[in-house]
C-alpha cells in the first residue's frame, strides 16, 4: 500500500510517527510522512535511516513578545482544555492552510491516510477525497466509556461518568468546533457535532500508542479501538556514543537520577532559572544527577562534582543506567522511563502532563506530581528522595518494564492497518 501519514506538535507528538513510518516502511509499504513540528526540528534523518519520505509543513515563528504573551497565558489558567485552546491558537490555527493542502496532497498520492488525532484537516482532506482514514492517540483519556470519568474531574461515582462525557464533548464543540466547520464548508462538506467522536477519533481504525499498563481497554469500546503499546524508534534509526566523560561518571558512583525537561525547556521563557531550580533540587537531594537543559545559553553556569551536563540524548541509551527520571510528563518521556524500568518524578506544566502524572503514581512509580508554576528546589528535593528511598517503586517501575518489553506496539498498529485496510476499499 502507499500509505499517508500526517502529525503535529512537539517531538513527543511526532516521534510516535516516525517509528509507525518506519514499521509500515519495513513491510513493504511505500509511506510519506507530513510533520510539523512546533519546535521547527528537522526530522530528515530518520526517514533516510528508515526509508520513507519525510516533509516539513508550517515553519512557526513567534516574536519575542507574542512568545512571552504565549506563556503568560499558559501559566495563567489550570485548566487543561483552556491550555489547549491557547496551544492551538498559537501552533496550530496558524498554519491550518498548509497543514491542509499538504494533506490534500497526500490524499492524491497515497490509498491510506493516518493521522494525529487533533489533526482535523488530515481527516477532512481524506473524507473529501473518500480515502481510508485511521487516527493515532498517545493517550486513551479521551475515549469514551461510561466505566471511565474524563481525567481531571470529581470522582462521584460511575452514573455520573456520562454526564462529564457530555461536558466533555460540549467543551470539545467550542474548543475547535468553529475551525474545523470553518474548513468543512470551505471544501463543501457537512458541518459536524461532537467534534471528539466524529471527526478526531477514526471509527475505521483507531490507534492508541500507549502501553496497556495505563490504557486498560475498557468493555464497551467500540472495536476499532485499540490500545498497541508504545511506538518506538529502533536505535538504528538514531544512533548515539556515549561520550568518555560521562562513561567515567557513570562508573565513579551510584545510578545518577536523569532530569530533563524536553520539549517544555525550549518553550520556557526563563531557561536558566528552571536550570538552576532543577540543579539545586538535584544537590539539596543529595544524589548524583544528570542533567538535560539548554547548556549552550548557559556558559556560565557553574560546575559541580555531582551534576553532569548533557544536551539532548536519545532515552534508550542513558536511562538504562538510571536510577529516576525527572521529567514533564509528556507522552514519550513518560513511556520511556517505564520502558527503562525508571521510577519518576513529574513536574508538570501543560495539558495531558496530568494525566500521566496520576497513572504514574496510580501505578506505585511516582510520588504526587509537581508543578511547574510552584516548583522549588527544596520540593524537588524532597520527591527526588521520596523515590530513591522507596525501594518498592524501583521493583514496581521493573515490574512495568517487563509488561512494556512484552508489547510491541509497532508491529501491532502495522497488522492492524494492513488487516484493516488492505482492500483500500472502506472509508
Not at 491510506?112 to 473529501?128: C, D, L, M, N, S
Not at 469500546?221 to 508504545?230: A, F
Not at 541509551?317 to 514519550?332: E, K, L, M, R
Request: with cysteine; net charge neutral.
Amino acid at each position: 500500500m502507499k500509505i499517508g501519514i500526517q502529525t503535529w506538535g512537539s517531538d513527543g507528538d511526532i516521534r510516535p510517527f516516525l517509528a509507525l513510518a518506519g514499521g509500515l516502511r519495513s513491510k513493504g509499504h511505500e509511506v510519506s510522512l507530513v510533520v510539523t513540528s512546533v519546535d521547527n526540528k528537522d526530522y530528515s534523518s530518520y526517514g533516510r535511516e528508515m526509508d520513507f519520505s519525510v516533509s516539513h509543513i508550517g515553519k512557526l515563528t513567534l516574536e519575542d513578545r507574542a512568545f512571552r504573551q504565549f506563556q503568560d497565558k499558559i501559566e495563567g489558567t489550570e485548566n487543561s482544555l483552556k491550555q489547549i485552546e491557547i496551544i492551538l491558537s498559537y501552533y496550530f490555527n496558524p498554519v491550518i492552510s498548509e497543514m491542509f493542502a499538504a494533506a490534500e496532497r497526500l490524499c492524491k498520492e497515497n490509498d491510506v491516510i493516518i493521522g494525529h488525532f487533533i489533526h482535523y484537516p488530515a481527516q477532512t482532506a481524506a473524507e473529501k477525497a473518500g480515502k481510508p482514514y485511521a487516527s493515532v492517540m498517545l493517550n486513551h483519556a479521551g475515549i469514551y466509556s461510561k466505566h471511565m470519568r474524563i481525567y481531571g474531574v470529581p470522582e462521584l461515582g460511575k452514573w455520573m461518568n456520562p454526564y462529564w462525557w457530555k461536558l466533555y464533548n460540549f467543551a470539545m464543540d467550542r474548543l475547535i468546533g468553529a475551525e474545523v466547520n470553518k474548513l468543512r464548508i470551505k471544501i463543501g462538506l457537512p458541518l459536524v457535532k461532537k467534534i471528539a467522536e466524529t471527526v478526531l477519533i477514526s471509527k475505521n481504525l483507531n490507534l492508541v500508542a500507549e502501553t496497556s499498563a495505563i490504557g486498560i481497554k475498557q468493555l464497551d469500546w467500540p472495536d476499532y479501538h485499540h490500545v498497541c503499546g508504545v511506538f518506538t524508534i529502533p536505535n538504528v534509526a538514531e544512533q548515539w556514543t556515549m561520550p568518555d566523560d560521562l562513561q567515567r561518571f557513570l562508573k565513579t558512583g551510584p545510578p545518577p537520577v536523569y532530569i530533563t525537561m524536553g520539549s517544555m525547556l525550549s518553550l520556557d521563557t526563563s531557561p536558566g532559572l528552571i536550570t538552576e531550580t532543577l540543579v539545586q533540587g538535584a544537590l539539596l537531594a543529595g544524589c548524583r544527577t544528570i542533567v538535560q537543559s539548554q547548556w549552550d545559553e548557559l556558559p556560565d553556569f557553574p560546575d559541580h562534582p555531582r551534576i553532569y551536563k548533557i544536551r539532548k540524548v536519545p532515552h534508550q541509551y542513558i536511562f538504562p543506567y538510571c536510577s529516576a527520571v525527572v521529567h514533564h510528563g509528556g507522552a514519550g518521556t513518560t513511556h520511556s522511563a517505564m520502558l527503562h524500568g525508571c521510577p519518576s518524578i513529574v513536574i508538570e506544566h501543560i495539558a495531558d502532563q496530568t494525566f500521566f502524572a496520576g497513572e504514574l503514581q496510580r501505578l506505585g512509580v511516582a510520588p504526587k506530581v509537581l508543578h511547574r508554576r510552584t516548583l522549588t528546589a527544596p520540593k524537588l528535593a524532597k520527591a527526588i528522595r521520596t523515590v530513591l528511598d522507596d525501594p518498592g517503586m524501583k521493583i514496581r517501575a521493573e515490574g512495568l518494564r517487563e509488561i512494556m518489553l512484552k508489547e510491541h506496539g509497532v508491529e501491532t498498529a502495522v497488522a492492524l492497518i494492513e488487516k484493516r485496510f488492505s482492500s483500500c476499499s472502506i472509508y
